[in-house]
């Protein structure tokens, strides 16, 4: 994994959207950064360079195409096209940025000031997601916006929508969201619904362990993936029950983010305030007890008493299938000797690029998928 120090704590990193086939290979991605002066949204560009007298690949470093003055901290970051990046403040405006290709520079298309705010003062924008021109967002005052990017008003807010922190959210489906809280709880909300009552609420067990991340399985929208103070891993299934369908212990301190990988979903990748950053492989399901621990992975298992089963499955159920099988999940550490917080991941195909309190990002290439 190769690194960059670039003079900022990056809070977000975001791969652009490829355009045509699926095959092809990020060329850039964008970065927003917390705790300075001044932060800074950026568009770096990455390639592999062919060195012809050998036929062989060259890999350079990162390339600053081209940045912009961010009003507070960078809360999250997201493409809505190949041109457009949005993202959330902690001043709790919410801003849609251009990328101008032909004089490689940035410029302020649209902001929503104050999209959150207390009775006395802003509240941070924690969280947004993106659907062609749909955006939602949440807050730290328990708010929920739907915006269209080239619409000034709201399409609808509602206004208390929860009494704590609301900390990510993410799409279900095209009229529903995903949104997690500071005291535990999954909740799903139907746009097609009047009110401001969610249509479903999960919540883990024991003490309301604040939940910081969620992510949705790209192929099973049932399956949902969350992360949060503990570190701990939760696998949701929410056609059934309330709580978490597996618990797999995770990092040593606060899970930032937590992905599917978008074609590979047996993959999980999250990054977490202890400084690791983990590629988590569900797609084999070992029955045998692991022999010696490999240096930088670790294998992690449910101890469900439940006699394990002959399994063979799909892409798409093996995280379904961990508990009930006691299955082993690989578990690989792909920054080792690290320690400052890792805020933020994001991957497509090979292509794994995060970014760091150590103001360093750094890009995998090769992940082994």
């Given at each position: ?84 990046i ?60 739907h ?74 929208q ?15 299934d929410v056609?059934?029950g309330?709580m978490?369908?597996?618990?797999l ?59 394990l ?53 750094y ?7």
């Amino acid at each position: 994994m190769e690194g960059r120090y670039v003079s900022q704590k990056i809070s977000r990193s975001r791969w652009r959207p490829v355009s045509g086939s699926r095959l092809q290979a990020p060329e850039c991605f964008a970065t927003g950064s917390w705790d300075a002066e001044q932060n800074k949204v950026c568009l770096w560009e990455t390639h592999d360079i062919e060195i012809s007298e050998t036929d062989q690949l060259y890999e350079e470093d990162p390339k600053l195409m081209c940045s912009i003055d961010h009003n507070g901290d960078v809360m999250d970051l997201q493409f809505l096209d190949q041109e457009r990046i949005i993202t959330a403040s902690s001043t709790g405006s919410v801003t849609i940025f251009r990328h101008h290709p032909n004089s490689q520079t940035l410029s302020v298309l649209q902001r929503w000031d104050h999209a959150h705010y207390h009775s006395c003062d802003s509240a941070p924008c924690t969280s947004l997601v993106c659907n062609g021109p749909e955006i939602v967002t949440v807050g730290e005052d328990g708010r929920i916006n739907h915006f269209q990017a080239d619409q000034r008003e709201p399409v609808r807010i509602i206004d208390n929508a929860d009494s704590s922190s609301l900390n990510a959210v993410t799409f279900l489906r095209t009229t529903e969201i995903l949104t997690v809280n500071s005291i535990g709880q999954l909740k799903i909300w139907d746009f097609r619904q009047p009110g401001n009552k969610p249509s479903q609420i999960y919540s883990l067990t024991g003490e309301r362990v604040p939940l910081h991340c969620v992510d949705r399985h790209p192929n099973q929208q049932h399956i949902v993936g969350t992360g949060g103070q503990d570190g701990t891993l939760c696998i949701w299934d929410v056609r059934q029950g309330s709580m978490p369908i597996s618990l797999l212990e995770a990092h040593s301190a606060e899970m930032w983010e937590v992905h599917f990988h978008p074609s590979n979903p047996d993959h999980v990748f999250t990054c977490s305030e202890d400084g690791s950053l983990w590629h988590w492989n569900a797609s084999i399901i070992n029955p045998e007890p692991p022999s010696f621990l490999q240096q930088g992975r670790r294998n992690f298992s449910l101890n469900s008493g439940v006699p394990l089963a002959d399994i063979n499955q799909s892409v798409s159920s093996a995280w379904l299938a961990i508990d009930a099988a006691k299955g082993r999940v690989d578990i690989n550490n792909l920054l080792s000797h690290y320690s400052l917080s890792v805020n933020s991941l994001d991957v497509v195909g090979e292509y794994l690029v995060c970014g760091t309190d150590a103001e360093a990002i750094y890009i995998t290439r090769n992940l082994q998928l």
